[in-house]
Structures are given as C-alpha cells and as structure tokens.
C-alpha cells in the first residue's frame, strides 16, 4: 500500500531512552525483531506510529524512534483505530499484553478485531502481570501461585487465539519470544497484511514466571515441542522431522513418518487462508505440539476500504461541498 | 366539505373575528403513534417561516413503544410562537390539542385557566379512558368547565375526508388524522396550510396517494375549524422583529453537530467521530454520520471509552477530533480525558447533560454535570468548559469549542443539555465567509532545537506535530513528561512545574474569551446569575421583572466556566445581592465562591428533571427584593 519507501538497518529504529526493561526480559528480543522487521518493511520511518496501553510491554514505543503513544490500560486498540481512520497512510503497531488486552481492554481487543482495521497487534503474552510485580492474568493457569493467588489461581485461562478468531479475527500469529529470526518473519507478514493482524508472542517474565513456556520454548525441547506453520507447507516437526499432524474425525492427531505406512503425502497442509477459521481453532488449542507461526491470514476487506467506498459514494450523489451548501438547503426563509 | 383542490385554500377567510396576540403557546398530545413531533415541527416551521419567533420542545415518552392509550406511552410536542422575542418553549399553554384521553389526563395541568382544549372526541372510548385511568369521562363530566373544549369526532372525520383516496389502509388512514388537527390549529392561528403541503410532496414523492391523503385531511381540518361555530375566533401573531437574514429552525443537537462540521470546513482539518449511543447525545452521532460528502468520519465505538479514546488517536494523527456524550458517559470518559490532557492534544468532548446520578433521568434535563467536567478527572487536571445556552448558539459554542482546542492544544468539554438540545429555535444561518478564522499548532518542518512540550510563549499551547512529519518522529505518553524534551521524567520539582503549567496555560484562555455582559442593568440590587442551558427562562423571567418595573435587576449569564471571562468578579460585584440560578444544587455557585473569597451568592436550585418555570423564577426574584 505505501509507495513511498526507504532503507534502513534495524539500529535506525531505536530511540535515545535507555531501555528498562529487567535484564533478560524477552521484551528485548521482541523490540530487535521488530526494528527488523520495520527496516525490512522499507516504510519511512515517520509514517510509522506504535501505540500502547500500560504495562511492561507498553512502554514499548518509547524505545522506538517514530511515532508513538503511550497510551491507558487496555485502550491502545481503540487509540490506534483512531491515528489509522484520521490517515490511513501510516503504519501503524499496537503493544499489548495479556492484562492489557485480555483483562481491562477485552473490548477494545475484541471489536477491533471484528471490524478489522489494518493495524498490527503484538500481544506480549507472560501469563502474568509484570508491571504490578505479580498477580495472576486472564491466561495464568488454574492452580498458578502468584501475589494475587497464593493458593494457586481458580480462574480458568483464554486463549487468546481462540478469543480472536471467535472475534473474526483474519491473521493470526504465535510465536515463541526467544526466536527472533521467525518473530521478524512474522512482523514482517502481518506489517503487509491489510486488515487486523494480532500476534501473540509467548513471552518469558524472568521476574514474576520465568520459564512459563519452557516445556515448549526451551531451546533443548522446542523441536519436538513446537510446530512451526507456513503456508502451503505440510505440518511436520520434530527434531528428526519424521512427525505430522493428520486430521482424524474432529481431531487432529500426531502421526509419525514411516510409522503404519503414514507418508508425507498424508501429512496434513497448512491452509493460513481459509477463511473458515475450524481448523486454524483446531491448531491454536493443540497443546502438544504447541502450534506457532502463522496460523490464520485470511485476506478480507478492511474498515477503512469499505468506509471510503462508501464515502466516494455519498460524496458523488451529494450536492453538498461546502458547509454553506448544506446550511442554505431546505427550509430557510428570509427576515428583512 | 371542500373537494380536494388546494387552490380552494382561502388563508384569509373574511368572516372571521380575527384578534390579534403577542405570543401564544400550543402544545399538541397523544399516543406515541400520533405523530404528534411531526405536527408540532410542521406548525413551528409554518410559524417561523411566516416570520414568528419560535421555541419548542419535544416531551417523548421514554418506552421505545408504549401500549396503545397509557398515560406513560403520551408524546407531546411543544411551541411557543411570538411576535416578540420568545426565549422558552414557555411554562402554561394556550392551546392544548389532545388526541386521545391520557395525553388530556397527563396534559391538564399545563393548561391556563379559561384557555382552549381541542379534543379528538372519537378516541374518548371506554376502553381508552380506562386506560387513562378516568372513571368518567372528562368531556362530559364537567371537570373541564374552567376551559373551553372543542370537541372534534377527528378520527370519524378524517375517514370522511378519505372517502374515495384509493389504495389507503385502515391504519393509515386513522394515522393521519394528526393532520385534520394540524389543519385546524392553522386556522385558528391564521397560517397557510401551503408550506406543509409542500412538505407531503417532497416526503412522499414516491407515493403520490399519500399526498393526497394527507392534504385532504389537512385541508379538511382547515375548513371544518372555518365553518365551526364552536370557533368564534382565530388569532393572528405578527412576524417578530429580527435581525435581518436567512433564518432556519433547528434543534440544538444538530447545531451542536453544524457548528463542528463548520469548524472542521474553517480549520482545513478532518471532522472526525468517536462516539457510543447514549441519549440525549445520540442526534449529534445520527447528523454527523450523514455528512460523508463533507469527509467527515466516525466511528460508532464499542462503549464511551473507546469513543473518546479513538477521538484522542485521531487528534494524535491530525484530524479534528470530537467525541459526544451524556454524564454517565462523561464518567466512563474520565481517565482518557486525563491522558489528551497530559499529551495536550486538541479534542472536544460534548456532555449533552440529563438528570443524574448514575442512570438518573435520561429524558430529562438537568445541570448536574458541571462540577464532574470540572473536577472528575485524577491529579490537577484542569481543561477549558464551555457551555451552549440556547438551541442556535450550540451552533457557536461548538464552533468556539473547536477553536479553543485546536488554538490552545487542549482538551474542551462543551456542555449542552436535553432541554437545549431537543428545543429548537430560529437560527440566524452563519456562512462560512462570516465566521472566525481558526488557526492551530501544526508544525511541519523539522527544526533542530524543536522539543515536543516547547510552548508558545504566550499560551503556552505546545506544537502539533503529525505522524508522517520527516525528522520529527516523537512518543508521547500518559506518564509525567519532563519539560520541555516530553521524555518520561519521575523528578519531583519537574512534576510541580508540570502541574503547573497545565493549570497556567488554561488560566491564559482568559485572554483569549469575550467578557460577561450582564443584561437589563449593570449595578443595582439584583443580580440573577445563570450558565448553560437556562438562558431563555431567567432572560424571560428578568426582563418580565423590568417590564413590571423593577428596573434594579440585571441578569449575567455564562457561556465560558473554566475559565471564568476575566470581568466575572466586577460583574458580580456591582450588585447587592447575587443569586444564581441552576438545575442542580448550587454547582456554579460553588465555583463562583471558590474563585471569588467573601462573595456570598443566594442560590435558586431546582432539581426535578425540568426546566426553570417564569412564575417560580420571579416569586424568587421578588422575594429578595424585598
Ligand atoms: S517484570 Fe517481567 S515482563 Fe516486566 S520487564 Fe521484568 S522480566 Fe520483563
């Protein structure tokens, strides 16, 4: 959509603010992925705005050198619709997490969703809550001990994929927050998706829930752990690779390669864009593996082209260009 | 009964004893589905445009649909038309035209004493006066002897006068006699039925039966009032003296929703709306949604919140940037307002006000808000309030509302309410080429030394810079900024100057807004005091207490709360005693003492979802000056 472009390494991005995020915070990984994948994106850098709500995550923006808002707890979706509708020629990211988003903006994250303006959602999610230093969140697991929850937490969790595509969400992406060259790949697809893209990284609190993800993300088990999608590609993992996921009545199943006669070509293929989202539903509950990449990106119209179609419309039937020709109309009448 | 041919229409039938009148007030009642806002808004414009002073007010019911007949399911439509200048809707009526049984139930009292009722005598069935809860019927029991009555067998009436129109229904056909109502009421008022008629054929130009119909019934009702005897005379009202001009008649809502539309046009920035449903705010929504020709853009947001959140996203970007509510919206709309305080960005919120707390009285009118747009917001979080106080002037103060944020980089909480909002009134059309420049803070090159909180000097706005500005890229944030550079600053004297600029660079709006001019006097023993919405009563009521002799009272009224206009203590001060005057309990009188020490103002308070009545106000005008 943006003709203008331009070259830059992902240093350009990063503003003067020291960064204070607790050492060894994933969030560290997540800001360099995406000042790469901005460079590779080749959109100016003063049409690129990043809006936050509150949280560790949130004070994202101020490390990057565009433009940016820091915005209120749970309100950046509805914030970032606003700078998107006033001009559509911005590129514009939205910093989230699990508290922000899944908690106090559960609205906002959801109706964004299902008008699907063309923003782009990086949902920071460590299941608990960092800035606060600890209680519990909306994805927190049952039983979870934190400040909020010492006997363990009695609220079951969302997922937050589950919660997106029930809101109609077209694109949507999990990825593991200590693999920067497949997060970059990822910010890179949904900064070119036109619609809402949402991004759910499984981020790592060193602090308040370090090794929440390990079972999955830790380098010595993610091959086996993980299946990481890409379109048109069979759905195969594992360190050997000799492992896939067929579907088998309503469920899908891990079958191994060469075992019962399975082939790849029984392999199941990754569709990102169908538009029926049951399978996509299917792959983001699957807890072993843990699906990651691009699950969903189902291409559909967006808010803002249906709004301005509509407006090109009106605008031709209408007579009305000035505000006098609207005042003048109709029952007016004259006092000398 | 003349046959149908609108050329038969004499608007001046000679035999009649004509009297005539300075103003008179008509209220027209019924069920909801009478059409009764229709025939009031087809009388007023008929009036205005024959050069009447006009003020009305719609009384809907607040059940989307009321059962047939109940007293709660009434709609009513006032309008106080004049020859002088009419600034309310008015208190008692003239002339009371009641369609069936619960609007006359509900309706009665409103009525003065040996003044006219219209009845539809058709609809004063038994089923209906039970459901009016009358145990007799009022037409025939006597109970009305203090008035006089017309009875009118409307809906009989009216089958008649359709006699012959093809392809017309039962419904429609009882439906419209509203019409044979209207139709009478021009002729007791010595009004052309012409301009309504070409209303039928524009509305219906599709469906030439109904418009017909429609003119049969009017013109019926017309001439039934000519040839009745029970309407000894008709009454004519003379065109006021206004201001030379094109005038039309709108409802404060939709000037609220002009005045932006204007701004936007003066100002060369996008209109843009972020807004959630809530009455009585909602018709600023509804009017602005249709201006697409204009660019304008709005989002129906999925609650308050992100209605005004999206409106500050869209500030951020460059538009003009607007949100509208009511109180319990206001409060939803606390926390965010903070945050477009704190960013400075220009941003008007609406606070079309009801009776509160909570739900409160969402039909209903009131000025309880004042002190929650002031002060409901955490921190010092001082922001300009402004106030509209007639239907017309929303048009302005919308308008000034704009300028004021974009000129001061400011958040501007315009206060309007349900009784200015719903009324109409004649409104004088301003022109784009008449109306104030707006300028703004938009800085589009980059300079080396620029920070994103410098100020002008002198009002201390800071720049606007939009994204998509090379060289300029920026954050801003809700958390305390470090002055002048905007980074995240925890320095404890940083924060003070902070605060302190905030509430300096509001205080220097001062500068920038006319003074108060008190009317009817300047000193003497009496100063009325009001803001907002009540203008039209305690001018009335003031000049009536002149007009009576009492030439020591003078009336100060106020458009701009916060900042007060610099003159507001010489004003006040000039007078023995001060009373203000509010549909709350004394909110403007508790910032008045909170800005001006040893000022002890009386206070006037009513608080019953209704506006100030003239009777009520001068009692207690006299009263003290006594
Ligand atoms: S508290 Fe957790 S999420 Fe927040 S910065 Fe520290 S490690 Fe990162």
């Known amino acids: ?336 | 009964m003349p046959k149908s041919n609108y050329a038969m229409i004499k608007t001046s039938p000679e035999a009649r004893d004509i009297q005539s009148l300075e103003a008179v007030v008509v209220r027209f009642v019924g069920d909801s589905g009478d059409g009764m806002q229709l025939t009031g808004t087809q009388f007023t414009d008929t009036s205005a445009m024959f050069g009447n002073d006009v003020a009305t007010f719609p009384n809907y019911p607040s059940e989307i649909r009321a059962p047939q007949g109940s007293l709660y399911g009434v709609s009513g439509y006032q309008v106080h038309i004049g020859s002088i200048e009419v600034s309310t809707p008015g208190d008692n009526v003239d002339l009371l035209v009641a369609m069936n049984p619960a609007g006359l139930k509900t309706n009665l009292y409103a009525v003065k004493p040996g003044h006219t009722i219209i009845a539809d005598s058709d609809s004063f069935t038994k089923k209906n006066l039970e459901k009016a809860q009358y145990e007799t019927n009022p037409l025939r029991d006597g109970s009305l002897e203090n008035y006089r009555v017309i009875e009118v067998a409307m809906t009989s009436l009216t089958k008649e006068a359709l006699k012959g129109v093809e392809g017309l229904d039962n419904k429609s056909i009882t439906r419209s006699k509203n019409m044979f109502a209207l139709g009478m009421v021009y002729w007791m008022y010595h009004r052309s039925p012409e301009h309504t008629i070409d209303f039928f054929r524009k509305k219906f130009r599709k469906q030439p039966h109904l418009i017909e119909a429609n003119t049969k019934v009017l013109n019926a009702g017309y001439y039934y009032s000519e040839t009745l005897e029970l309407i000894p005379n008709s009454y004519s009202i003379a065109p006021a003296k206004m201001p030379s001009g094109t005038y039309r008649v709108i409802m404060g809502n939709t000037a609220t929703a002009w005045g932006f539309l204007a701004a936007a046009e003066k100002s060369g920035r996008e209109l843009f709306l972020g807004s959630y449903p809530i009455t009585p705010a909602s018709e600023i929504l509804h009017e602005l949604v249709k201006h697409k020709h204009f660019g304008v853009k709005t989002l129906q947001a999925e609650d308050e919140i992100a209605g005004i959140s999206s409106a500050i996203g869209a500030a951020f970007a460059g538009d003009l940037a607007i949100t509208t509510t009511s109180g319990p919206g206001l409060a939803l709309k606390g926390e965010a307002l903070g945050l477009a305080l704190m960013l400075e960005l220009p941003l008007v919120v609406v606070d079309v006000q009801r009776g509160g707390p909570s739900t409160g009285l969402p039909t209903k009118t009131e000025q309880s808000d004042l002190l929650q747009a002031m002060y409901g917001r955490n921190g010092d979080s001082p922001l300009i309030v402004i106030a509209a106080s007639t239907p017309a002037n929303c048009f302005h103060f919308a308008f000034e509302a704009c300028r004021l944020a974009l000129e001061h980089m400011t958040p501007v909480i315009l206060m309007t309410d349900g009784y200015i909002a719903n009324g109409s009134a004649p409104w004088k059309i301003e022109s784009a080429a008449s109306l104030p420049e707006i300028g703004n803070r938009i800085l589009r090159e980059a300079r080396e030394d620029w920070q994103p909180y410098q100020r002008d000097p002198e009002t201390l706005a800071r720049s606007w810079v939009l994204p998509g500005t090379p060289g300029l890229e920026h954050r801003l944030g809700g958390l305390e900024k470090d002055n002048p550079t905007g980074n995240v600053s925890y320095v404890p004297g940083n924060h003070e100057e902070m605060t302190r600029i905030r509430s300096e660079k509001i205080r220097r709006v001062q500068h920038r807004i006319p003074d108060v001019v008190p009317e009817f006097a300047s000193e003497g023993d009496l100063l009325v005091v009001g803001w907002g919405g009540t203008y039209g009563a305690l001018h009335t009521a003031v000049k009536q207490m002149q007009q009576e002799g009492y030439g020591n009272i003078g009336l100060a009224h106020f458009n701009y709360i916060n900042p007060l206009p610099g003159n507001t203590g010489e004003v006040l001060r000039a007078f023995k005693k001060i009373l203000v005057c509010e549909l709350n309990t004394g909110q403007f009188a508790k910032l008045l003492r909170i800005n001006f020490s040893g000022l002890e103002p009386e206070q006037f308070n009513k608080v019953q979802g209704l506006p100030f009545g003239n009777d009520e106000l001068m009692d207690k005008f006299k009263q003290l000056l006594s």
């Open chain 1, 1 to 336: 959509m943006e003709t203008k472009t331009k070259k830059y390494t992902y240093k350009d991005f990063a503003s003067d603010q020291e960064i204070r995020w607790c050492p060894g915070c994933d969030d560290y990984v997540i800001l360099r992925s995406v000042q790469k994948a901005l460079a590779d994106l080749e959109i100016p850098k003063e049409d690129v705005v990043f809006i936050s709500g509150i949280g560790c995550s949130s004070r994202f923006p101020y490390y990057m050198d565009t433009y940016g808002m820091h915005g209120i707890h749970g309100r950046a979706p509805a914030i970032a619709s606003g700078v998107k509708l006033a001009n559509p020629d911005l590129s514009v990211w939205v910093i989230t997490g699990d508290g922000d988003s899944l908690a106090i903006g559960g609205n906002h994250f959801i109706h964004v969703l299902r008008r699907n303006i063309d923003l782009n959602m990086i949902l920071f999610n460590n299941r608990i809550y960092g800035l606060t230093k600890g209680q519990f969140s909306p994805t927190s697991f049952v039983g979870q001990k934190t400040k909020s929850s010492p006997y363990g937490n009695t609220q079951p969790p969302f997922h937050a994929g589950e919660l997106a595509i029930g809101a109609q969400a077209r694109f949507f992406a999990r990825v593991a927050g200590n693999m920067p060259a497949e997060m970059a790949e990822i910010f890179t697809a949904a900064g070119r998706f036109e619609g809402t893209s949402l991004i759910e990284v499984l981020q790592n609190c060193v602090i308040f829930n370090d090794g929440c993800y390990a079972e999955y993300t830790d380098k010595s088990v993610r091959a086996d752990k993980q299946l990481y999608v890409e379109h048109g590609k069979p759905m195969i993992f594992g360190k050997d690779r000799d492992k896939g996921l067929v579907l088998e009545g309503l469920r899908l199943r891990v079958v191994k390669l060469g075992e019962n006669g399975v082939t790849p070509e029984d392999i199941l293929v990754h569709d990102a864009c169908e538009q029926d989202p049951t399978l996509h539903q299917m792959l983001i509950r699957l807890e072993d593996p843990l699906v990651t990449g691009i699950i969903r990106s189902y291409g559909d119209v967006t808010f803002e082209q249906r709004e301005d179609a509509l407006t090109r419309q009106v605008k031709s039937n209408s007579d009305f260009r000035k505000t006098d020709d609207l005042f003048f109309s109709g029952e007016t009448y004259e006092v000398h």
